[in-house]
């Protein structure tokens, strides 16, 4: 994967530092720092490109990494300090936004059926529902270019969770990633599902190729997975995530199948949405009750970071959401120019 | 799987959800076909509306189905 085209100060800082090899000499002064700072504050950070692309930047460090980038980069204290410049305006904005229900005892059903309400399917519009019924083919594919961010590497952010499990949350959350990761059959592996559907549709399955056209949004999505993910602090908050994602879709991939079968599609480019309607299914129980629930009874201080993280999930969906339906209810692209 | 140890079965009934079919299950039809199981953990259906069955789609959900308790 190539480095993305900076979108400010932020990331043309950090492309700088990247396309050298880490030096032993401190090179983020209090100069630096503070330059950070300052842009990360004076921005929205859910909607800020600068922040976000720059944040997913640096978590890409932790994952694939970036062709004529040092791969030591990735524990280099210089670029770790950096990031928690953003990560804490991230935290600090989601934490301002995101309402999180009070009053739910440390018991596996209460914190499951608290995640299934705050999960409920509602009436509201729905880009599920947009696809089902009236997406173009110019917008399925946009639909399919926003979501290839994650799903091209689906699972992974919440796979760093695992070693800080112990339990039956630990077996649950590896019985949900092993069903994620294709049982054994790497052709079964959800993102190697998804690599098909975007061949289907005509586009490029190689991760991170789309980067570029992709709204501040649909970036930070991905980043509060990997926020979530990559901080043991966090590991309620990554369990409640993982849950209200699985609760969140069944039913939607169902209608995101029919809007491809509506478009014409064959099997193999909706094998995705369908094999996500039966997996799901079970996922979101296992999720919902083994991991969150179990977790919430082994540490009962994680139920309101586990509901966060439940809620920060369903928070940023909502935003992405409504960021396509807005795009193409006024007849215009959701994707950043080419 | 070869050499796998058997893995006797279990069915967790799930509040106002689908039955979770874990462990060494052949799941047939009505005419004692074999029904493929496409995961090793499967949800089955106990709502009546899912469009998969006898696997559970998420139905339940919409549907607002309760258990008897």
């Not at chain 1, 209460?110 to 019924?133: E, K």
């Not at chain 1, 908050?237 to 014409?264: K, V």
Request: include cysteine.
């Amino acid at each position: 994967m190539k480095l993305p085209a900076p979108r400010g100060p932020l990331g043309a800082s950090l492309t700088d530092l990247l396309v050298h090899p880490p030096r032993d000499t401190d090179i983020v002064d209090d100069v630096v720092l503070t330059r950070w700072r300052d842009a990360a504050a004076t921005a929205d950070p859910l909607t800020d490109d600068d922040l976000q692309l720059t944040l997913w930047t640096l978590y890409a460090l932790h994952y694939r990494g970036f062709e004529g980038v040092d791969d030591a980069w990735e524990w280099d204290p210089d670029v770790l300090r950096l990031r928690r410049v953003l990560e804490d305006a991230f935290e600090a904005s989601l934490r301002d936004r995101v309402a999180v229900p009070a009053g739910t005892a440390a018991e596996r059903e209460a914190v499951a059926s608290a995640l299934f309400a705050m999960t409920a399917p509602g009436p509201g519009p729905s880009v599920a529902r947009y696809v089902s019924r009236s997406a173009d083919a110019t917008q399925a594919e946009e639909f399919l270019i926003h979501r290839s961010l994650y799903t091209l590497m689906e699972a992974d952010p919440h796979t760093w969770a695992i070693p800080r499990l112990s339990g039956v949350p630990k077996a649950a959350l590896v019985e949900v990633q092993a069903d994620e990761y294709g049982g054994g059959r790497p052709e079964r592996m959800h993102s190697a599902l998804f690599a098909r559907t975007m061949r289907g549709a005509g586009l490029v399955d190689e991760y991170g190729y789309y980067v570029d056209r992709l709204p501040a949004v649909t970036i930070a999505a991905l980043n509060l997975m990997s926020l979530f993910g990559l901080h043991r602090r966090w590991r309620g908050a990554i369990a409640g995530h993982l849950a209200a994602f699985e609760m969140t879709s069944s039913l939607p991939n169902r209608l995101y199948g029919d809007g491809f079968r509506r478009l014409g599609h064959d099997e193999g480019t909706t094998d995705y949405f369908d094999e996500h309607v039966e997996a799901d299914a079970v996922h979101e129980q296992i999720a919902g009750r083994d991991l969150a629930g179990r977790l919430a009874e082994q540490e009962p201080e994680l139920v309101g970071d586990i509901l966060f993280g439940a809620a920060a999930c369903l928070y940023l969906d909502e935003l992405v959401g409504r960021h396509l339906l807005d795009a193409w209810s006024a007849g215009t692209s959701s994707l950043r120019a080419a | 799987m070869t050499g796998r140890a058997p893995q006797p079965a279990t069915i967790e009934a799930c509040p106002n959800g689908p039955l979770l079919v874990r462990g060494d299950v052949e799941l047939v039809d009505a005419d004692g076909r074999p029904i493929e199981k496409r995961r090793r953990t499967v949800a089955l259906c106990r709502c009546g509306s899912s469009a998969i069955a006898p696997f559970c789609d998420g139905s339940h959900k919409a549907i607002g189905f309760v258990t008897p308790s």
